[in-house]
């Protein structure tokens, strides 16, 4: 018996019967069966050595290239949803590697300087931008030179999923969650791990202080970073198990401390006079970078599309921020005169 039957065997043996089991996956393209192992663990593995995961170390999560070395980016909230996801999937006894190949993958396709760039492409493109549908862009086109990584049915299913924007947390239609519980739990430890390391972030940058977070918040969720992440994490496994696994949920209480957490993020921080100052200054790099390639669009190779815009905005949402500046410094600002 090959080492991957042997795991899809204990999969079998030991996760709820409400867990998507590995042998059961399928995938976009042709099946690729491995002998050491599952199918989700091969997603997780292609993810993890394509190159738009190596670029999310350089992206932005709300800071703007930041020096301080602590503060985080795209990358670090990506291993933080993964991290809490997996704690929820094996209390739950769902398919960890699954939810972990889904958080790892959810971001890819996200801009450089956060959503400030996601929403300058939503605004320039003709058919708009959001970052889930291109991370899943990212995965079945734009990586290993147009062949894809081939991951996925669930995977795929699970990251063009997982966003929620200012929208519901939970949403009253069905049709808008994952298809697995695996996805639904990416979903929702997506806003634990932000909101919590965003709050971390804004008093590191000194726009918030610890008291400035509303007391009846902190009252149900906890008044520290871990204790906010345990709040969170238990209510949703307690939650989910009193539902009958019907679909991953919050207890009401915390769901709505959570809500109230976020509407204080965007008010506070998101929002704030100082982080949007640097919002319009990124808003204008990349403005102005899209007017140059579809000015000149020859200086892109045309690859993955024949449409003009199409490749500008895959070209620019692969940008890292610091790529993103460099690139602008070339094309607009002076440089030194040398005299020989």
């Avoid at 050595?49 to 800071?63: E, N, P, S, Y």
């Avoid at 970078?289 to 892109?300: R, S």
């Avoid at 199409?310 to 610091?322: A, C, L, P, Q, W």
Wanted: charged letters at 30%; proline letters at 4%; hydrophobic letters at 40%.
């Amino acid at each position: 018996m090959l080492i991957r039957q042997k795991l899809e065997r204990i999969e079998r043996e030991t996760l709820s019967p409400h867990a998507f089991l590995s042998e059961n996956a399928t995938r976009r393209k042709t099946p690729d069966l491995d002998d050491v192992r599952t199918a989700f663990m091969r997603d997780r593995d292609r993810i993890i050595h394509c190159k738009a995961f190596r670029r999310l170390k350089h992206k932005t999560q709300v800071f703007f290239s930041p020096t301080g070395d602590h503060y985080r980016t795209r990358m670090t909230h990506t291993l933080e949803v993964a991290q809490i996801a997996r704690t929820i999937a094996a209390a739950l006894l769902l398919n960890e590697n699954l939810t972990e190949a889904i958080a790892l993958g959810h971001d890819l396709g996200h801009t450089p300087f956060g959503h400030a760039g996601e929403a300058v492409l939503n605004k320039r493109s003709k058919r708009g931008f959001k970052h889930w549908i291109q991370s899943l862009r990212v995965v079945d086109v734009l990586e290993r030179d147009g062949e894809g990584l081939n991951l996925t049915d669930q995977v795929r299913d699970g990251i063009l999923k997982h966003s929620k924007g200012k929208g519901p947390i939970i949403p009253e239609d069905p049709t808008q969650l994952p298809s697995t519980l695996e996805g639904q739990i990416v979903r929702i430890a997506d806003i634990i791990a932000y909101v919590n390391h965003d709050i971390d972030d804004a008093i590191r940058a000194g726009i918030i202080s610890h008291d400035d977070i509303p007391k009846r918040i902190a009252d149900v969720l906890g008044s520290s970073h871990s204790q906010r992440i345990a709040t969170m994490v238990k209510s949703t496994i307690k939650a989910t198990v009193n539902a009958d696994y019907r679909f991953v949920l919050i207890e009401s209480d915390v769901l709505q401390a959570l809500d109230e957490l976020r509407d204080f993020l965007f008010e506070r921080v998101y929002y704030s006079e100082r982080v949007m100052e640097e919002v319009s200054k990124a808003s204008k790099v990349l403005n102005d970078l899209f007017d140059y390639f579809m000015e000149h669009p020859d200086e892109i190779k045309k690859r993955f599309s024949n449409d003009n815009e199409t490749v500008v905005v895959d070209y620019i949402s692969g940008m890292t921020d610091r790529f993103a500046l460099n690139l602008y410094s070339q094309l607009f600002l002076p440089k030194p005169w040398e005299v020989v």
